[in-house]
Nanobody, 124 residues
Framework: QVQLVESGGGLVQAGGSLRLSCAAS????????MGWFRQAPGKEREFVAAISGRYTYSTYYADSVKGRFTISRDNAKTTVYLQMNSLKPEDTAVYYCATDSTSAVDTHRPWDYWGQGTQVTVSS
């Protein structure tokens, strides 16, 4: 059974930084794509960033976070990270970690496994 557990959310002032972590278990971590999505109050869930599985480990970002957020993965620790810098109030949302059943990243279809989410609040 695949399990994803996020941590690292919190309250931060605009311009600050946070690092989210997502610990995965239940299958061969390195093989599959990992991603971060977010959902703000009253809005639909949206793609934030993703990293493909072995062997390419290519990264993908939403235009709204490009240049500010960095996704990375540590296969030995079966953990994916989202480093968020220069945070803005519009980044406030619940952030979800997800993994798919393929190594490639496809943000146009529902991903198979999701974490419980972690709240990120950016104050102005």
């Amino acid at each position: 059974q695949v399990q994803l557990v996020e941590s690292g959310g919190g309250l931060v002032q605009a311009g600050g930084s946070l690092r989210l972590s997502c610990a995965a278990s239940g299958r061969t971590f390195s093989r599959y794509a990992m991603g971060w999505f977010r959902q703000a109050p009253g809005k639909e869930r949206e793609f934030v960033a993703a990293i493909s599985g072995r062997y390419t480990y290519s990264t993908y970002y939403a235009d709204s976070v490009k240049g500010r957020f960095t996704i990375s993965r540590d296969n030995a620790k079966t953990t994916v990270y989202l480093q968020m810098n220069s945070l803005k109030p519009e980044d406030t949302a619940v952030y979800y970690c997800a993994t798919d059943s393929t190594s490639a990243v496809d943000t146009h279809r529902p991903w198979d496994y999701w974490g419980q989410g972690t709240q990120v609040t950016v104050s102005s």
